[in-house]
């Protein structure tokens, strides 16, 4: 079967830094995405990482390794609008994503 | 101002009735997706579309179908709702399909009693 593992939830503190892992075990794999979503809302893109390595975007870095089926998400200088769901996602090898149940972010001040 | 709308915002509905989720986009995507979302599980993909004219099941197909009529709207009809559709349900698009970045909708509420 097709599985994609984050932590339910996590804390931490305004300013801080925060790493949310992904593990993930699909037939296949054309890429990794993260997304964010505030409560309530949708779902908005943050990442996409194909190849092996760290992809910097601002405040967010997306890491991925395609042999250890692992991936994280960076969050740098954290602020209070970063609380939020962070949702890992494969695409498999029929270009349909396959969802983790998301990381529920808290941020404290 | 482009992007994707999706209506009802919330909708009550009896068991046994017939539901249609709306959804139309205006960024003239070629992919359109629906999925279900419930407490503690992932995104589970329903129904997509590659370009009008086609579609094909995902994940979670049973109860509900879909049609592509046009390029812009992609509805999702539950022919005889049932509780286990209690969910919420997003309506996504892309410009095409496979690993390009998917713009959702704000979601529908849909409580099945």
């Known amino acids: 079967g097709q599985n994609i593992d984050q932590p339910t939830e996590m804390t931490a503190t305004e300013g801080a830094i925060v790493q949310i892992n992904c593990t993930y075990q699909t037939s296949g794999f054309n890429g990794l995405f993260w997304y964010q979503q505030h409560a309530g809302e949708a779902p908005t893109f943050l990442s996409y990482?194909?190849l092996d390595g760290l992809e910097e975007k601002g405040r967010f870095s997306s890491f991925l390794s395609r042999s250890k089926g692992y991936s994280y998400l960076l969050l740098k200088e954290l602020q209070m609008k970063d609380s939020a769901s962070y949702l890992c996602?494969?695409?498999?090898?029929?270009?349909?994503?396959?969802w983790g149940a998301g990381t529920k972010l808290i941020i404290k001040p | 101002i482009a992007g994707i709308t999706q209506a009802p915002t919330s909708q009550i509905l009896a068991a046994g009735r017939r539901m249609t989720l709306r959804c139309t986009q205006d960024?003239?995507?070629?992919?359109m997706y629906w999925y279900r979302q419930d407490l503690g599980l992932g995104l589970r993909l329903i129904h997509y579309s590659n370009t009008a004219g086609t579609t094909g099941k995902g994940e979670v197909p049973d109860g509900y179908s879909v049609s592509r009529a046009n390029t812009d709207d992609f509805p999702l009809t539950l022919a005889s709702a049932v509780p286990s559709q209690t969910s919420v349900y997003f309506c996504?698009?892309?410009?095409?399909?496979?690993?390009?970045?998917?713009?959702f909708g704000p979601g529908t509420r849909l409580t099945v009693l």
């Open positions: 996504a698009s892309s410009s095409e399909g496979g690993g390009n970045e998917q713009f």
């Open positions: 960024m003239r995507h070629n992919a």
């Open positions: 990482n194909v």
């Open positions: 996602a494969v695409l498999d090898s029929n270009y349909q994503l396959i």
